[in-house]
């Protein structure tokens, strides 16, 4: 068990009215963390430390700049920057083509080792915000598991929510499956499988009316549920929250 329980943060997130506490929680945890990158911390020259050789992902690039701050932003990606070059050039110096040999040709493309695109790609496989996210996260699942070993009411309060949507929900019963005894994977997958169950016969519901509500037949009939219904599906089957806006600057 790592150090700290996150049990206030997944009831809060359990009691959402989410398709799936866990994209609630992810989202929650992504914004504070670009609050706090671009806060006041990225005067911090440790955190700056942190970020220049972590880098970001493309997504949260997109997010950063989207939120606002073009200072931080500009203080975070110099330094980023400084880091990068002096790391490429270092390596751009050090660098031999392969010989060509009409065995090189042929071996495969994954075979073909090239030392400065395989750093490439590995600075482009990391990220400081996903870092941060993933860590927390962690400590989530872990909570999960606590609060299913030691709260008689948990497991009810997991089945009253939405569920799960399938990305999160293969999280959860791998980190089950590893964790708990016997008779406790038997009662928490019977809660989870069931649960799945109906949370997805009734996003089918949904998303099937929505589709009958665009037949003039069906004009003057109540949309029911179904408005709504195709965001809701992509975060079943994907995650996230597509229909989100924009994640700004409010100060």
């Not at 751009?92 to 790609?121: A, H, N, Y």
């Not at 915000?129 to 009810?156: A, P, S, W």
């Not at 109906?198 to 037949?215: A, T």
């Amino acid at each position: 068990m790592k150090e700290k329980l996150y049990t206030i943060e997944l009831h809060d997130a359990l009691t959402s009215g989410d398709e799936c506490p866990f994209c609630w929680l992810e989202r929650k945890l992504e914004q504070e963390a670009i609050e706090f990158v671009l806060g006041s911390s990225y005067m911090e020259s440790d955190i700056r430390d942190r970020t220049d050789r972590a880098g970001f992902c493309r997504r949260h690039t997109k997010a950063m700049f989207d939120y606002g701050n073009n200072l931080g932003n500009a203080w975070i990606f110099k330094t980023r920057l400084t880091w990068l070059r002096r790391e490429l050039e270092k390596r751009m110096d050090e660098f031999t083509p392969q010989p060509v040999t009409i065995f090189g040709k042929l071996r495969k493309k994954e075979d073909q080792e090239c030392t400065l695109s395989g750093w490439i790609r590995q600075e482009e496989s990391h990220c400081y915000i996903c870092g941060r996210v993933e860590e927390t996260y962690e400590r989530v699942l872990d909570t999960f598991i606590h609060q299913v070993k030691h709260e008689k009411d948990f497991l009810k309060l997991a089945e009253d929510s939405r569920g799960f949507c399938i990305h999160h929900f293969a999280d959860l019963v791998q980190v089950c499956d590893r964790e708990l005894k016997a008779g406790e994977k038997e009662q928490v997958f019977s809660v989870l499988f069931g649960q799945m169950k109906r949370e997805l016969s009734r996003m089918q519901e949904d998303i099937d009316w929505l589709i009958e509500k665009y037949d003039y037949r069906n004009a003057d009939k109540s949309w029911k549920n179904s408005q709504d219904a195709v965001q809701r599906t992509m975060q079943k089957i994907i995650g996230g929250h597509p229909a989100d806006p924009v994640f700004r600057n409010q100060k």
